[in-house]
């Protein structure tokens, strides 16, 4: 499988000529969904459930198509009959060759006066975990983790946590649109020497085989 991060929380899974694509929202690329056979988003907020970046990629390939919670499949549903799926914790399905389960259900505290949404974590073949705005952990291994480092809702104790609990073999940021440069030596330090896992940080762009 390839993995190549693009803008902020979106990256893109290749394997055997097909294309996945997680969360290709407003801090990410333009064309973010551009040549997908499959799109995943984990929730609502915009830097994730971009609506013309998603247009945009289900318009390019008449046979693309979209899993999310409802929350999101509700806005985009009736521009695309048949192609839009909603799910939730516990779901399983396949995705352009890709085995998914759906594991979590709500987005993480931002602050107790704001409302919990809907996120939906996506384990794919059994190895790849995107958790969206969460600090879901799967009930089962994962081999490599798609870490939220910067987030209104996180600090870097709790992503520290997070990775010691979900014990994967390698992690790659995501999520880090709001980490300024300066900072990133620090977050490499940290979360490469308190964690016990590989720690990875791709430019978007980069790509790397799993």
Known sequence: MRFTKRGHACVRLEKDGRTLVIDPGGF??????????AVLVTHEHP???????????????PAAELWAPRSVTDEIAAAFPGRVHTVGHGDTFTAAGFDVEVHGELHAVIHPDIP???????LVDGSVFHPG???TVPERPVDTLMLPVMAPWNKIAEIV?????????????????????VARPMYDHMLGGLSGAEHGRLAPGASVEL
Do not use: C, M, T
């Not at 830097?47 to 998603?54: A, K, Q, S, T």
């Not at 919990?116 to 996506?122: E, F, K, L, Q, V």
């Open 28 to 37: 990410s690329e333009q064309d973010a969904a551009v040549g997908a056979d």
């Open 47 to 61: 830097d994730h459930f971009d609506e013309e970046r998603l247009r945009a990629g289900l318009g390019a390939n």
């Open 116 to 122: 919990r949404i809907a996120n939906s974590g996506y």
């Open 133 to 135: 705005d969460a600090l």
């Open 161 to 181: 946590d997070y990775l010691r609990e979900v014990k994967p073999r390698r992690a790659y940021d995501v999520h880090d649109a709001l980490l300024s440069e």
